[in-house]
């Protein structure tokens, strides 16, 4: 099962598990800010059981939860933003329902393996760098709180019930299937979608500030591995890139690989200053070593396989843009 199946992170998730032959149960809410989209699935959802529920629903996610060998547990929402302004939904959306799902793991199926998506916020800004997995956790907003709280509970339940949980702190991801209508999300999407526009690309404070980027398919290939491991669980494996790049220099890729869009420094917005976390870069020693995993793709070749789909599927991603 795949709770947010729907989604970004979680339909490419969906796609990998299919193709290997896996029987794949969808779970999500379709909240429509979340960005999940039925066409995510496409060309699969025939092959693929889709249930429309909210976590928090017990008559719905219990039978499916009691039938589950693996549980990948992507369902939330990921506005920073939005969690600052509501941090009631935030907490709904991103913890309540994780405490539903994994008291039916401990009711009914106490012999299922769940992975969690949790999240680099959970760091808050870094003390030093790269941010290993024992790096003191002190989120600068409300959704990074939540998600700390659920993946805390998803080792609760293992400790104190055997449930075998792992978490995967995710870094900033980007690729296919992510929604276009908001910048809420990642913000590679919202600068690739405003080129793609020959819009104005705003780049917020110097633009020097670095980040480190995973393309989707690489971060399918963690949770794969994570969900096949039988030693993995109460672990917390941190996901990252090897190398570091300035959200200025991101930018003026996506413009170059589009050939659109214009790029504009501008002051840091009040909300967005107050969360900004400055230099950030994970280190991904553990999950290298206990599971192999690397990241394969290089930043320009996953910008411009992005750039591709979405120039696929444009009528479907991009709506008209309102100022």
């Not at 092959?47 to 693996?70: C, K, N, S, Y």
């Not at 969690?83 to 935030?90: G, H, N, Y």
């Not at 929604?179 to 600068?191: A, N, T």
């Not at 570091?244 to 996506?254: G, S």
Request: include cysteine; glycine fraction near 8%; hydrophobic fraction near 40%.
């Amino acid at each position: 099962m795949v709770t947010g199946g729907l989604g970004f992170i979680g339909s490419n998730l969906v796609h990998a598990l299919v193709d290997l032959g896996s029987q794949v149960t969808v779970l999500d809410a379709l909240v429509e800010a979340h960005g999940g989209h039925p066409f995510n699935l496409h060309p699969i959802g025939n092959q693929v059981r889709v249930v429309i529920a909210d976590l928090r629903q017990r008559e719905m996610v219990e039978p499916l939860v009691a039938e589950t060998e693996v549980i990948f547990n992507l369902a939330g929402q990921v506005s920073h933003i939005a969690s600052l302004e509501d941090p009631f939904a935030d907490l709904h959306y991103n913890l309540t329902g994780h405490i539903v799902l994994l008291e039916a793991c401990r009711r009914l199926n106490p012999t299922v393996r769940v992975v969690y998506a949790a999240t680099r916020s959970e760091y808050g800004r870094a003390q030093r760098l790269p941010v290993t997995e024992d790096h003191p956790l002190q989120p600068l907003d409300p959704n990074g709180i939540h998600k700390m709280a659920a993946e805390a509970y998803h080792w609760l339940y293992y400790h104190l019930y055997g449930i075998s949980t792992a978490s995967l702190r995710l870094i900033n991801t980007y690729g296919p299937r992510h929604q276009m209508k908001s910048p809420r999300g990642c913000f590679v999407h919202w600068l690739l979608r405003l080129a793609l526009e020959d819009r104005e690309i705003p780049v917020f404070g110097t633009g020097q500030q670095r980040r480190d980027l995973n393309y989707v398919n690489d971060v399918v290939e963690a949770f794969l591995r994570v969900g096949a491991a039988t030693d993995v669980a109460g672990e917390v494996f941190n996901l990252g890139a090897t190398e570091t790049h300035a959200v200025l220099e991101i930018a003026q890729q996506i413009v170059e690989l589009t050939g659109r869009g214009r790029i504009r420094l501008t002051p840091f917005p009040p909300q967005h200053k107050a969360i900004e976390v400055g230099d950030f870069q994970t280190d991904f020693q553990k999950i290298r070593e206990r599971l192999g995993w690397m990241p394969r793709t290089d930043l320009r070749t996953g910008l411009q396989q992005t750039i591709e789909f979405y120039q696929k599927y444009w009528d479907i991603y991009i709506e008209p843009f309102r100022s």
